[in-house]
């Protein structure tokens, strides 16, 4: 049991340490998908959008978020589900698309393709398949190393 | 909305495993995937509207035929890769038209769940149609079971763009588009597809029709859904 209410940039820290369970290299504040933190009186209030709205992972996230909090002593929980405005890949946070890349998924760009090969760099790739291991992933080739990668798709 | 999705989640899904190559499996998985979260935002917000208590899961286990209000292409069995993808392709081009007019609906769930799902079937539609375009302008055996596939489901195309009195309520007051206002942009894009697979659009406009007034579905849907129902049927209320 916490004495005072911790302040929301604490929260948002605490939040900041929770992965995300498909691609636990990134946080889910890196993912960009916690729209709101408030305190409802003495009623925790966090809100969360779904990156795709299938996302099998959506109620693991809402589970990881109550576990990580309850762990922290927060009693008085809630979560919020917001579906507009709706998620989109330009709110992954330019720290995120850096530790999607070191981890071997290309990072979405508006241009709607990888920029290079997550592992050697070549600007050589080519698509093999809109749809990949998860929703949000689309299937790569580089045609230098001839590795298949996984790309973040922009939505 | 949501019962169109439902059943042509439920038809998808059906692929898996089974798809000729590895990534189609995968990428008709997640097309079945994003129809299914569609159908949970859909039919609880159906639920919730209705205000008896019931969810999304209680919508879709437990109506049997009379009570399902999807169109009757999203019933069609999937019959070859090419029939499954060329239905595929004249329901997505509809979903696409009418989602983006659901984002301006008059309310707001329903302008929100259109703009998430809006996302989505762009890809889906993008796919659908490549593959249509593949397999048509493709070998003379994969263009032959794609205009066969045509000349099958085309009736079935009509139905979307049927209006009734629900439909013309819904549109006076700004929630849904008429659903004839989306015909011509439908024809336009759809066309321009067929042109590029080398395939020809049937002459007829003859539309079978009972499927989104539950008035007369096909013999598909009942045998669908005792297998999507099995175990709510054999076992009501498990859990696990």
Redo the contacts between chains.
């Keep these: 049991m916490v004495e005072e209410k911790p302040t929301l940039e604490t929260v948002w820290g605490w939040l900041d340490a929770v992965p995300d369970p498909e691609i636990p290299v990134i946080s889910l504040t890196d993912l960009g998908i916690i729209r709101d933190v408030q305190w409802q009186g003495d009623t925790l209030e966090v809100t969360v959008t779904?990156t795709?709205?299938?996302?099998?992972a959506t109620s693991i996230i809402n589970l990881d978020i109550e576990t990580a909090l309850r762990a922290k002593g927060i009693e008085k929980l809630s979560l919020k589900r917001q579906?507009?405005?709706?998620?989109?890949t330009d709110w992954l946070s330019e720290s995120g698309k850096a530790k999607l890349e070191d981890y071997g998924i290309a990072p979405p760009r508006p241009a709607g393709g990888p920029q290079h090969c997550p592992r050697c760099k070549s600007a050589k790739v080519e698509r093999?398949?809109?749809?990949?291991?998860t929703?949000c992933k689309a299937?790569w080739r580089c045609q230098s190393c001839l590795e298949p990668f996984d790309y973040f798709?922009c939505? | 909305m949501g019962d169109n999705t439902l059943v042509l989640s439920h038809r998808v899904s059906e692929w898996c495993g089974v798809a000729p190559v590895l990534?189609?499996d995968?990428?008709l998985a997640?097309?079945a995937?994003?129809?299914?979260?569609?159908t949970?935002?859909w039919l609880g917000l159906a639920g919730e509207i209705e205000g008896k208590g019931r969810d999304a899961d209680t919508l879709a286990f437990r109506r049997d035929v009379w009570d399902f209000r999807n169109v009757l292409l999203a019933e069609q069995p999937n019959g070859d890769f090419g029939q499954t993808m060329m239905r595929q392709y004249l329901f997505d081009t509809w979903h696409l038209l009418q989602l983006k007019a659901l984002k301006g609906s008059s309310n707001?769930q329903i302008?929100?769940?259109a703009?998430?799902?809006v996302?989505?079937v762009t890809?889906h539609v993008?796919?659908s149609g490549d593959t249509v375009i593949g397999l048509g302008d493709g070998t003379e055996e994969s263009h032959q079971r794609m205009q066969k596939a045509l000349d099958r489901l085309w009736p079935y195309v009509g139905e979307l763009f049927v209006s009734d009195a629900v439909d013309q309520a819904l549109s006076a007051k700004g929630i849904a588009p008429e659903p004839t206002s989306l015909r011509e942009e439908y024809d336009t894009a759809v066309n321009a597809v067929l042109a590029e697979a080398t395939l020809t659009r049937p002459d007829s406009d003859f539309a079978h029709q009972g499927g989104k007034t539950g008035v007369r579905h096909t013999e598909h849907l009942g045998h669908m859904l005792t297998e999507m129902q099995w175990l709510q049927r054999a076992y009501p209320d498990a859990t696990w």
């Design positions: 779904p795709y709205s299938g996302c099998p579906l507009s405005p709706a998620w989109t093999i398949s809109q749809f990949g291991s929703p299937q798709k939505i | 990534e189609e995968i990428a997640n097309t995937l994003d129809l299914i979260g569609q949970q935002l707001a302008a929100a769940i703009e998430k799902a996302k989505e890809y993008e796919r």
